[in-house]
């Protein structure tokens, strides 16, 4: 490896004597016989100048001053060239001088800036490999990002170099307190943070990450799912709103298929295939995982195709189903389980997991075939939306009681 020689040097420069007779101090740095020379803002008496110590001999109180900022500034010249060696920057005179001075330091590059950026990204992508609740979630993140930043900075972004590990520990508890958060979603929203810190890791603008030895850990929730009289309340209540019967229509829909939310809304005469002994099959890949659904279509769910076959805004957006916003879906249905007597808060993914539980495990449907028809790529993921109802206990422990007292 190459020797890296490198000096360091204080002169005067004689030929600019000011009227008090003071010349200025230059520094001059030399690494393998380049050099590079700057002032640095100094004056001295010559006559009091030693070039072999390169400082002032005098006694007097303003030259001991020279003196110290001089030891300051050698001191900050060698702090440079060791963080350079250190970080295996090129190395060179001018370089360092120019980093002494601040000539090199770019704009600081701001937290709310790379969340701005890849969000932009986001938006970019909906719908072409990003889910638009995805991006709406990153959006969400963003606005509780900005809004802790200016109630406990007191400023509108900071620097993203400046978020450490108390950042991130003091941006959890606001989420819990001031945003009134759950230990979940905070979690969730910490995660979307983490992201933009990666980007940061990755693009070098942070060399540390501010994550390390914070782990992440959901709490496990118990989903609502309909339970067989239930979901015949459901289907057997007259409604005489065409909004709530439409509603009632795409939820039970899914309690059938369990179809989530966004495939519903997306689902296509295309999706609708034939078996050799005609039976009809939804084959569809879920929209948030790419995994492919097959899904024997059901009698309640064949009429309430059947129903909407010539909707006419079914047929103008060339989809199955009349299904609203996500929001409205979720409202409505806290209206539909008041008007049918069920005391449970559901919501779209509440149809979802009632096919798990009550139409498929509790009538013996294998845990495999089950995740198959969700789109699963394993049984690990299924196995959060199975359920044991009591009719399946009492159904295998009926089995028990005949082999024993029959």
Known sequence: MKRTTFKICFYIQKSRVAKDGQVPILLRVTINGQRSVTSVNLKVNPKNWNAVAGKSIANT?????????LDTIRLRIMQIYREMEFDRETITAQSIVDKYLGRDSKPEIMLLDVFREHNDRCHKLAGNGMASATVVRYETSYKHTAAF??????????????????????YQFWLRTERKCNHNSATKYLKNFKKIIRIALANDYISKDPFVNIKFKLDIVEREFLEDHEIKAIIDK????????QVRDVFIFAVFTGLA???????????????NNGDLWIRKARQKTKNMCNIPLLNPARQILERYKNNPECVTKGVLLPTLCNQKMNMYLKELATICGINKEICTHTGRHSFATSVALANGVSI???????????????????????KSIKRDMAQVDSKFFD
Do not use: C, W
């Not at 001991?64 to 900022?69: G, L, P, T, Y």
């Not at 930043?149 to 003091?170: C, G, L, M, Q």
């Not at 007259?238 to 909004?243: A, F, G, N, S």
């Open 61 to 69: 109180r303003k030259d001991d001053e020279v003196n110290a900022r």
């Open 149 to 170: 930043i200016e109630s406990v900075y007191r400023v509108k972004d900071i620097p993203i170099a400046d978020v450490d590990h108390k950042f991130i520990t003091d």
């Open 238 to 245: 007259d409604i005489p709103i065409q909004r709530l019967a």
């Open 261 to 275: 939310f966004s495939d519903l809304k997306g689902l296509k005469q295309e999706h609708l295939v034939r078996d």
């Open 368 to 390: 495999e075939n089950v995740a198959k028809m969700l789109g699963h790529s394993d049984t690990k993921m299924t196995r959060h939306y199975a359920r044991v109802l009591d």
